[in-house]
């Protein structure tokens, strides 16, 4: 979950559902080879799959020429906004690190797994595949030296998601933001941010709720998503703390306190889309703490 609000590149959290598994193995073939068991459309080709891309960025560093097999059982659905592109480069090299017996931490698989997300949307972003890969929230400071920060949040952080059926391409959503901010814009979502993370390392859910304003994508972006502001005044009368776009959209998410909230504020968000004859999905999940993880090892 990306941005959260008003953390646009620098800010996102691991979320426990919808959730993707990855079948890594080891190949003696000389080119690595994806099989797609998701019902999904994904490219095959490991030159254009940014799971393939990611971990030849990662043999590179090794000097490897080890060649990997990876069937994707996703259910993040690509163009969600829900971070479908980076939990395959992010699984993708963990897995194949995990194989190889561990030579990076998961925070040196950052930079790697980043080379996806460049392959995907033209940018090498990490505000989502850092939480994949570390879990919880994660504040990426600096881009050049990279420098990641884990964000301690309250454990009664739930988040519903609202996934539309329309698919945007991440890079098509970042093409139309604008490339300049005013100074004032630029005071606000810096205090919003401050706020934000303040508010998640102090658990002080009101300055949370307060914080979770974004003035620069998603005045630009939410024009993209059909019954955008609906959806989100829904989210806030069911009792959400704060709702705005999933990463690049067109999904939506909404933060509450108690799970029972954030079913109602779930609810309420479809229920928009419903009236107005779109399908959409929901999820409703706790921030994940762990990040990705080795299921079965046989
Ligand atoms: N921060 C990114 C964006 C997340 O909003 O474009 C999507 O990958």
Redesign the pocket.
């Known amino acids: 979950m990306?941005?959260v609000g008003p953390g646009?590149?620098i800010l996102?959290f691991a979320l426990n559902q919808p959730g993707d598994e990855i079948l890594v193995e080891k190949s003696g073939e000389n080119v690595h080879s994806i099989i797609n068991q998701s019902g999904l459309s994904l490219p095959l080709d490991p030159v254009k799959n940014v799971s393939t891309v990611a971990i030849d960025s990662m043999l590179n560093q090794l000097g490897s020429t080890q060649k990997f097999r990876l069937t994707f059982l996703k259910k993040i659905a690509p163009g969600s906004?829900i971070?479908s592109?980076?939990a395959s480069s992010a699984g993708a090299v963990y897995g194949a690190n995990h194989l190889l017996g561990s030579p990076f931490t998961n925070r040196e698989l950052v930079p790697f797994a980043m080379k996806g997300?460049e392959a995907a949307?033209g940018?090498a972003?990490a505000?989502?595949v850092a939480p994949a890969l570390l879990g919880g929230f994660v504040l990426v400071r600096s881009y050049d030296p990279l420098d990641i920060i884990s964000i301690p949040g309250p454990d009664q952080l739930y988040c519903s998601v609202v996934h539309p059926d329309i698919s945007i391409a991440?890079k098509d959503?970042?093409k139309i933001l604008k490339t300049t901010v005013s100074l004032e814009k630029a005071i606000t979502q810096c205090g919003n941010v401050a706020g934000l993370v303040t508010g998640l390392i102090t658990r002080d859910y009101r300055l949370i709720s307060d914080s979770m304003h974004d003035v620069i994508?998603e005045p630009v972006r939410s024009f993209l998503i059909p019954e955008y502001e609906k959806v989100k005044k829904a989210a806030l009368e069911a009792g959400a703390l704060g709702c705005s776009i999933s990463?690049?959209g067109p999904s939506i998410f909404a933060l509450s306190e108690h799970e029972d909230i954030a079913v109602r504020a779930g609810k309420a968000m479809e229920n928009i889309f419903t009236v107005a004859g779109i399908g959409s999905n929901v999820f409703i999940s706790q921030v994940n703490k762990q990040g990705m993880n080795v299921m079965t090892s046989e």
Request: charged share 20%; glycine share 20%; aromatic share 4%.
């Open positions: 990306a941005n646009f590149d996102g906004g971070g592109s980076a997300e949307s940018s972003h505000d989502n991440t959503s970042r994508a990463g690049s």
